[in-house]
């Protein structure tokens, strides 16, 4: 579910779960070396709508994906690829 008040990454992060079309673009990043995927998580995500920052993408999907992992250790170049493929 995407709020008004929800944060653009965290948006669309949740219409990636629910967008198999997205999510196919976004899968084939995952061999990616993580700069270049971040990048290109922008831009998938600025053609669909929600704009914001690879800073802020790394900070909001770090964040999620320690959450996701119960854990406060520094989460993997992959696993902050993966976030947005729902996968972390």
Do not use: H, W
């Amino acid at each position: 579910m995407i709020t008004s008040t929800m944060n653009p990454v965290e948006a669309f992060l949740n219409k990636a779960k629910q967008d198999s079309q997205l999510r196919k673009q976004l899968e084939t990043l995952r061999t990616k070396e993580k700069n270049q995927a971040i990048g290109e998580i922008v831009k998938i995500a600025s053609k669909a709508g929600f704009k914001f920052s690879a800073k802020e993408y790394e900070e909001i999907a770090r964040n999620k994906c320690c959450q996701n992992l119960n854990t406060n250790r520094q989460i993997t170049d992959e696993e902050l690829v993966a976030v947005a493929c729902g996968t972390c």
